[in-house]
């Protein structure tokens, strides 16, 4: 069972735009949500990352947004560069019914961004 | 500081034979995860081990195993190997499960013929 939705598939912008990828959940115990890019070759590599107690968070050119009642983050690239060409994946992870840390890491399935100049 | 290191990077296997995988983590983390990506299936969660024991299990049949060692370092094996074991597997380590952020890397690409 798909926990997490991500879309679209593929997103080409060009340099200078905003790329926005969706991502949609259905766990509601869901309690952490990164993003996660990953070049061809590497491990993906942690971006930004949100909890739900907030709505926002933004760290440099990127912004989670957080809706709750949606159930609904999404991640904003400002001012895409070309250098921002890559696979990014959000994902989310529930509290451990030890409640000593989070669960494993649920990915959405991935977008592969093109960015043109 | 050094990252995640996995060996090999990568290996060719015949089905029906067996593999095991090494993943070394971050300096001090002591939880360790696998992970398999493949282009249909996507990023896959197959166990996390902290401290020596299994932390936590996805849903892969029991071809698939894993310990850590004392040093934190971890092995992953597959056993009678599949033509649909062919995948990117990804090690992932973090401090404790208290710690959020997982740090990967970058993977031992396996291909069975």
């Known amino acids: 069972q798909q926990q997490v939705k991500q879309s679209p598939q593929s997103l080409i912008v060009q340099k200078g735009g905003i790329s926005i990828i969706n991502c949609a959940y259905e766990?509601?115990?869901?309690?952490?949500f990164p993003w996660y890019q990953q070049f061809p070759g590497k491990g993906p590599a942690l971006l930004i990352a949100i909890r739900p107690d907030v709505s926002e968070k933004k760290e440099g050119r990127f912004t989670i947004s957080f809706n709750k009642s949606a159930k609904q983050f999404s991640l904003h690239i400002m001012d895409s560069q070309p250098g921002d060409s890559a696979t990014y994946f959000c994902a989310a992870s529930i509290k451990a019914l030890s409640n000593f840390g989070n669960e494993k890491l649920t990915f959405g399935t991935g977008t592969r961004l093109t960015i043109i100049p | 500081k050094a990252g995640v290191t996995q060996t090999p990077r990568y290996l060719i296997k015949t089905r029906g034979q067996q593999v095991t995988l090494s993943c070394s983590p971050i300096?001090?983390?002591?939880?360790v995860s696998w992970y398999q990506q493949t282009p249909g299936q996507g990023l896959q969660f197959l166990f996390e081990?902290?401290?020596?024991?299994?932390?936590n299990k996805g849903n892969f049949p029991g071809r698939f195993s894993g310990r850590q060692f004392s040093n934190s370092r971890s092995e992953m094996n597959v056993s009678t190997l599949e033509l649909g074991d062919s995948a990117l597997y990804l090690c992932a380590s973090r401090g404790t499960p208290t710690n959020y952020g997982y740090t990967f890397g970058s993977g031992t690409r396996l291909t069975v013929v």
């Open positions: 766990n509601t115990a869901f309690d952490y």
């Open positions: 081990y902290f401290s020596e024991t299994q932390r």
């Open positions: 300096s001090g983390h002591r939880s």
